[in-house]
């Protein structure tokens, strides 16, 4: 049987105005691009999303994950984009774009990738997740509340196709390194690690062995690619995406999504120097203006037939939503309050990618031995 990929490709190629939106000609030259190369049949279909600032290529193919093809089409897309930036002056033209030229793949070049190879089921929803204004980590909480906490999913206690638990890939996104940590009998390793968001980020999730679906087929998959980490210095942040799959022995679409309803604070926000609350909205108004914020959340869920994006339902449109933003609100309130002080900017390890060292500079030599 054919199996179906979904690659979503993101970079921030310009801002329109400052940080806080995607400028409409950057979207039309996107989909004309992607079009395309569907009428040419090299890939299936596709949907030109926005988070922010950030430019969000979704494609269904049948190349399987890192196929050249596919991120070559990305890579030129954003350059095509890129040159339509400057000649705007559209802020920060370009930023994601780290390399001169591709060379194969875009990971390690600055674009952000989730990608999934799949085999459809009967009926298989899923959905896209676009963030802005924060790192991978960010979907650490809202992914573990999906896949491992009752009190999120219910189907973890009573479905009997998912009592089982499911299967986590941990990334140590400093050190190259990765663990697989099944639940719910290692839930606490696993909390031990994902809590620590500065280091630990969930990359994938997959069923466990002897389940209804193959163990090496994902149920969601993350972005992982850190920016300060390829760059050496702070270019701007992250801005992770992910795909979740849906129902039938995986959490329900209502599931996934009440992982959201909690507004939990995570890093980035202004100069990604900072944590703030997650705010789900809709397409948009993911456009972050409030000190560069709060931090944005996109989902936009489709039905994947033959290959072809059904949709997509802009989800947290919904208006069960209105409190959790409210709610954000006054967490964004709570943690301006802090002004350059921790908790509101984030501790030490964590600015060193930003542009403080070169203020802490100023002060090298200066500190005295205390007797």
Not at 98 to 121: H, Q, Y
Not at 231 to 252: F, M, N, T, W
Request: a negative charge; one cysteine or more; hydrophobic letters at 40%.
């Amino acid at each position: 049987m054919t199996k179906t990929t979904i690659s979503i490709i993101k970079a921030d190629v310009g801002g329109f105005p400052g940080h806080s939106s995607m400028h409409p000609k950057l979207m039309e030259k996107a989909n004309e691009q992607l079009k395309i190369s569907k009428d040419k049949k090299e890939i299936t279909d596709f949907y030109v999303g926005k988070c922010g600032d950030d430019l969000d290529l979704i494609i269904s193919h049948n190349k399987g994950v890192d196929s050249s093809d596919i991120h070559g089409l990305a890579w030129d897309t954003f350059v095509k984009c890129t040159e339509i930036a400057k000649e705007l002056k559209l802020y920060g033209a370009g930023q994601d774009l780290l390399a001169d030229s591709f060379s194969g793949n875009v990971k390690g070049m600055g674009p952000g990738v989730a990608e999934m190879e799949i085999t459809e089921r009967k009926s298989e929803p899923l959905v896209c997740f676009l963030m802005d204004k924060t790192d991978p980590s960010a979907f650490n909480l809202p992914v573990y509340k999906m896949f491992a906490d009752p009190f999120n999913t219910a189907g973890l206690s009573i479905d009997p196709s998912m009592i089982a638990g499911f299967k986590f890939e941990v990334y140590d996104i400093y050190n190259n390194k990765r663990v697989f940590l099944n639940t719910p009998e290692e839930l606490h390793e696993l909390l031990a690690l994902v809590g620590s968001k500065s280091k630990y980020v969930i990359k994938r999730v997959y069923p466990k062995k002897g389940g209804k679906y193959p163990e090496d087929e994902p149920a969601a998959v993350v972005s992982t690619d850190k920016l300060s980490l390829i760059a050496g210095e702070y270019v701007g942040k992250d801005d992770p995406v992910a795909i979740v799959r849906a129902q039938s022995g995986l959490p329900a679409l209502g599931e996934v999504l009440e992982a959201f309803a909690f507004p939990h604070l995570v890093s980035g926000w202004m100069r990604g120097s900072h944590c703030g609350p997650m705010m789900p909205v809709a397409m948009e108004d993911a456009t972050p203006t409030r000190f560069d914020g709060p931090p944005r959340v996109v989902a936009l869920g489709f039905q994947i037939a033959n290959g072809k994006l059904v949709g997509p339902v802009d989800l947290f449109k919904d208006k069960a939503f209105d409190l959790t933003r409210q709610k954000a609100s006054e967490i964004a309130d709570y943690m301006r309050r802090h002004g350059p002080f921790e908790p509101h900017r984030l501790a030490p390890s964590e600015m060193e990618y930003t542009t403080l060292p070169k203020v802490l500079e100023k002060l090298k030599g200066r500190f005295e031995k205390v007797a």
